[in-house]
Nanobody, 113 residues
Framework: QVSLVESGGGLVQPGGSLRLSCAAS????????MAWYRQAPGKQRALVAS???????YYSESVRGRFTIARDNAKNTVDLQMNSLVPEDTAVYYC???????WGQGTQVTVST
């Protein structure tokens, strides 16, 4: 059974940073393509960043240069470092085993004054 549990969300001021972590069970993250998505109220769930097994990286244009996706193999996690946050980053953030129905439960990120 695959389990993904996101953590690290919260309230942060514009310009601040957060680090999200997706703790995986039932899979080894280094053997899987992983991704972070986000869904804002009234919006479709959108891909934010992905990391393939050959280390190919993808970032959406809105986060490129501000966010970094990385595996932490020692912890079996997939992390999303988010810097220079703006209110438009407010959303529930989900991790996913790419191409599968395996999603985490989501963690709320709110960027606001």
């Amino acid at each position: 059974q695959v389990s993904l549990v996101e953590s690290g969300g919260g309230l942060v001021q514009p310009g601040g940073s957060l680090r999200l972590s997706c703790a995986a069970s039932g899979i080894i993250v280094s053997r899987n393509a992983m991704a972070w998505y986000r869904q804002a109220p009234g919006k479709q769930r959108a891909l934010v960043a992905s990391l393939s097994t050959d280390r190919t990286l993808y970032y959406s244009e809105s986060v490129r240069g501000r966010f970094t996706i990385a595996r932490d193999n020692a912890k079996n996690t997939v992390d999303l470092q988010m810097n220079s946050l703006v209110p438009e980053d407010t959303a529930v953030y989900y991790c996913r085993v790419s191409g599968t129905p395996n999603w985490g439960q989501g963690t709320q990120v709110t960027v606001s004054t």
